[in-house]
Nanobody, 114 residues
Framework: QVQLQESGPGLVKPSQTLSLTCTVSGDSITTSYTAWMWIRQPPGKGLEWMGVIGYDGSNYYSPSLKSRTSIARDTAKNQFSLQLNSVTPEDTAVYYC??????WGQGTQVTVSS
């Protein structure tokens, strides 16, 4: 059974960088043809897809967030991470990591506030 768990600070100040890590168990992030992604849900709004990292390390990002987003991985730890630069209060959301076509983490609340 694949499980994913998000971790990171729950509070980030405006203009700083939001950094989250997703720890995966039950599968390898390098398993062929898998893809691992981040989505978020701001309060009172729908889900927003942010980006994905493939089993081969390739990346694709939402056009609206591409300039501020980076998704990386640590294959030794079976983790992938999200960095979102220059955050504003509009980046306040519940952030989820997941496997394409499969499981998702429980989500982690991130609030951007001074």
């Amino acid at each position: 059974q694949v499980q994913l768990q998000e971790s990171g600070p729950g509070l980030v100040k405006p203009s700083q960088t939001l950094s989250l890590t997703c720890t995966v168990s039950g599968d390898s992030i390098t398993t062929s043809y898998t893809a691992w992604m981040w989505i978020r849900q701001p309060p009172g709004k729908g889900l927003e897809w942010m980006g994905v990292i493939g089993y081969d390390g390739s990346n694709y990002y939402s056009p609206s967030l591409k300039s501020r987003t980076s998704i990386a991985r640590d294959t030794a730890k079976n983790q992938f991470s999200l960095q979102l630069n220059s955050v504003t209060p509009e980046d306040t959301a519940v952030y989820y990591c997941g496997r394409r076509g499969g499981e998702w983490g429980q989500g982690t609340q991130v609030t951007v506030s001074s």
